[in-house]
């Protein structure tokens, strides 16, 4: 039966979106079929979608690296027919097809079941960006941060890893300042539990390579000045989960915070993270996150959308959760 999906193709070194009718045959390699109810749009999204960056490495795909869904066909022995799941990552949108589309094949090595806790557009609404978040704090708590420890700084606030991060900490006990260029999302922030929100401007300037000490963890998807800002500023013993690259790849830091501080910067992958980590974090998620506070994240397009939110998820305009119904 034909479906739905989002495919990009490369022309004339521009991406071009569409949206076709695929027949199953079409699908990759897989041992695991899965009606796709929701995916999600982020950052790497965008960078796919506009070619900002090159993501895919096969064309024609069909992107996006998240979906939710229910198994319709497997010969995996993990899965069950009906069973609900969730895909994060792995080689989705770059040489396999993605979750932008009403079916999936994929390899049942990159699936896990949902927490009874969350729905299908629940899981979504967490996606990569949220599952990141909860990565970055095991990474904190490895460290032996603790609400006791300090303040914690999130950087990239208002988007979707920082507002859920927040989420978070706060039901977990930690005092967050929250970091946004967008200080009209201040009330959004405070609601989802920051005691404190500052101008992204104070951090994203060249600094000093070690300033008085402020934060005991920092979860960061800034990158560049904005981060090595945090590392200078954090406590001694601190810890930095740093997962973004928002302002730029480099770091422009030293090594002093870390030897004079006995700091740790920990980088989070979550495209790649091996299966016992995912449903660790997952499992975490499903104790640790109000959704309620989940709820205030989140807002729901159609797959005929996705193409025109992109731009604005690059450009730092998009509050929290992007959820793709994709049978709308």
Do not use: C
Not at 45 to 55: E, K, V
């Amino acid at each position: 039966m034909a479906f739905k999906a989002l495919l990009s193709s490369q022309v004339e070194g521009l991406i071009e979106n569409k949206i076709v009718l695929l027949e199953e045959e079409q699908l990759m390699q897989g041992d695991v079929t899965v009606s796709i109810e929701y995916s999600t749009v982020n950052y790497k999204d965008a960078l796919a979608l506009t070619g900002r960056s090159p993501i895919i490495r096969s064309f024609p795909m069909i992107p996006g690296i998240d979906f939710a869904g229910t198994v319709i066909q497997t010969s995996h022995s993990k899965f069950n027919i009906g069973d609900k799941v969730i895909a994060n990552g792995f080689e989705l949108s770059q040489t396999h097809y993605g979750g932008f589309a009403q079916k999936a094949r994929v390899n049942g090595d990159w699936l896990i079941k949902i927490p009874s806790k969350f729905s299908t557009k629940d899981a979504m609404a967490i996606g990569t960006a949220g599952y990141t978040a909860m990565l970055a704090i095991l990474a904190l708590e490895h460290g032996h941060v603790s609400p006791n420890s300090g303040d914690i700084l999130v950087t990239g606030a208002s988007g979707g890893a920082g507002s859920i991060a927040i989420a978070l900490l706060t039901e977990l006990g930690f005092r967050v300042i929250a970091s946004t260029g967008r200080m009209e999302e201040t009330t959004y922030l405070k609601k989802l539990g920051a005691v404190e929100v500052i101008n992204r401007q104070t951090l994203s300037q060249p600094g000093a390579p070690i300033s008085k000490p402020r934060f005991a963890g920092v979860i960061d998807s800034v990158g560049s000045h904005t981060l090595a800002n945090a590392i200078a500023q954090t406590n001694y013993g601190g810890v930095i989960a740093a997962f973004g690259l928002a302002q730029g790849m480099d770091l422009p830091s030293s090594v002093l915070p870390f030897i004079l501080r006995n700091v740790t910067l920990s980088g989070i992958d979550s495209v790649n993270a091996p299966i016992a980590i995912r449903e660790k974090a997952w499992a975490r998620l499903a104790q640790d996150l109000d959704l309620n506070k989940l709820a205030l994240t989140t807002k729901t397009i159609g797959l005929s959308e996705v193409t025109t939110i992109a731009p604005e998820i690059l450009n730092g305009q998009i509050r929290g959760r992007t959820v793709v119904d994709v049978n709308l």
